[in-house]
């Protein structure tokens, strides 16, 4: 993805709404990870 495309979100509407189900990807990755880390950090003070 081009900036200029970003840029020009009323030439492109399709590829806007393609943008922001990216973006709600990109949140759900980040809260596995997050997720994932936080239950390392646990299972290390446990044990």
């Known amino acids: 993805m081009s900036l200029g495309e970003e840029n020009r979100p009323n030439s492109h509407p399709l590829k806007g709404m393609e943008a922001d189900v990216m973006s709600l990807e990109q949140l759900i990755s980040l809260l ?16």
Do not use: C, R, T, W
């Not at 994932?36 to 646990?42: F, G, H, K, P, Q």
């Open 32 to 47: 596995v990870l997050v997720v994932m880390i936080i239950e390392l950090a646990l299972g290390k003070k446990k044990s």
